[in-house]
């Protein structure tokens, strides 16, 4: 394959298109890269070349011009002195110099356009290269991220979720086993506390009703102006006192079964 086609290959080539169709698109693209290098070597070189040929060409045309000008004066010269002969020799090898340097002429203006040509396609190639290499440094970060994703979505879908979660809820009723259990035992001593007082309260109230039953027993106080009365035959004491002491002895009973 010649450097033209080559270069014409490289330059016209999608890195799209080889990017989706590689299997592997960074070692294809690195690839692309190194190919286009090589290329843009080759190119230089040539480019080099053909403006050494050119510059040879220029010489040699300009060397040229002046044997042209050179004769045409010898000519003027020998006309000038009388001699034809002379003014004709000179005139001929005055047209050699002349058909050379046309010929020279037109080898220049074709390497003139073929260095041009040269030069645009090396600027060509050294921006597609610079393209590529942006690219392969996006394709390569999009690379990384794509084989990161990929590890995360198999260490998420290598997990059990549904065991996991599983465990959760136990945990969870466990806990909730646990604070029911706190709440139940601290309403129970709530309510033994509450109790204790309660009792103590009604023992309260049943000693106050024992206090006042008693004050309504005792006989009432004689005040001490009051004269005597002479003593009289006692007498035996009412029935209503035996009623009494038995309903405070059922009273008692009551207050100890509490």
Known sequence: MGLFDRIKR??????????????DPEKMLEQAILEMQEDLVQ????????????????KQYNDAQNEINKWQRNAQL??????????????????????????????????????????RNLMQLESKISEAKTKKEMLRA???????????????????TSSAMSAFERMEEKVLIQESRAQALGELAGADLETQFAQLEGGSDVDDELAA?????????????????????????????????AELDSLRKQLDQL
């Open 213 to 245: 039953l008693k004050a309504q027993m005792l006989p009432p106080a004689t005040p001490q102006n009051q004269p005597k009365l002479p003593p009289q035959q006692q007498t035996p004491a009412p029935k209503s006192n035996e009623v009494v002491d």
């Open 78 to 119: 020998a006309l000038q002195k009388g001699d034809e002969n002379l003014a004709r020799q000179a005139l001929e090898r005055k047209k050699t110099y002349t058909d050379t340097s046309a010929a020279l002429k037109g080898s220049l203006d074709t390497q003139s356009t073929q260095v041009e040509t040269l030069k």
């Open 10 to 23: 490289v330059v016209s080539s999608n890195l799209n298109d080889l990017v989706n169709k590689a299997e």
């Open 142 to 160: 999009r690379i990384t991220t794509a084989k990161a994703q990929e590890q995360l979505q198999g260490m998420v879908s290598g997990m059990n």
């Open 43 to 58: 190119l230089r070189q040539g480019v080099a070349q053909t403006i050494a040929a050119q510059k040879r060409s220029e």
